[in-house]
């Protein structure tokens, strides 16, 4: 029988992989304190909270949501949008879509190049996040003190 293929990954590829509940305490320590940001996140963080019991992020930022705030395209699938942006410039030799690598480093340009663009109307505030991409099911914590700081500024 054939294995399975998802995304150019077959059942072969992950055989030797360890099982969750193997590396549930280093997924907990890598995530513990972090705000995850992911392409149409809910999925990842639905696969993470039933993978890991208990375990829920303080909030989660959709760049998805946000690239549809931000810019009017006719596709906003992850490939349409490191396209757009040129977000995969540079990137280390090896790198290729659908790998976690890949993945998790165009994701985090996205998420910087989408708080900072002025195409997103000029850097956005830890409040415009909130608002235009809080993921579905994840509460925004209390407002911040009024002002426009910016994310990415440091006290």
């Known amino acids: 029988m054939a294995g399975r293929t998802v995304h150019g990954i077959s059942d072969g590829d992950i055989a030797h992989a360890p099982a969750i509940d193997q590396i549930a ?7 513990a304190g972090g705000v995850p940001a992911g392409h149409n996140v809910h ?10 019991p208990g375990w829920a992020p303080p909030e989660a930022f959709d760049t998805l949501k946000l690239a ?3 810019w ?7 490939g349409a949008l490191v396209e ?3 977000l995969d410039a540079d990137l280390p030799a090896g790198l290729r879509p659908h790998r976690a690598g890949y993945n998790a480093l165009v994701t985090a340009r996205r998420f910087v190049d989408l ?13 415009d996040l909130r608002e235009h991409g809080t993921a579905a ?4 914590p209390p ?13």
């Open 25 to 31: 305490d280093d997924m907990r320590a890598a995530l």
């Open 43 to 52: 999925i990842d963080l639905d696969v993470l909270t039933r993978s890991l």
């Open 68 to 70: 549809r705030h931000a």
């Open 72 to 78: 009017d395209m006719p596709s906003y699938r992850l």
């Open 84 to 86: 757009h942006r040129r």
């Open 115 to 127: 708080a900072t663009s002025a195409a997103a109307g000029g850097e956005m505030t830890l409040d």
């Open 137 to 140: 099911g994840y509460r925004k």
């Open 143 to 155: 407002a911040a003190a009024p002002g426009r700081s910016s994310l990415f500024d440091h006290a």
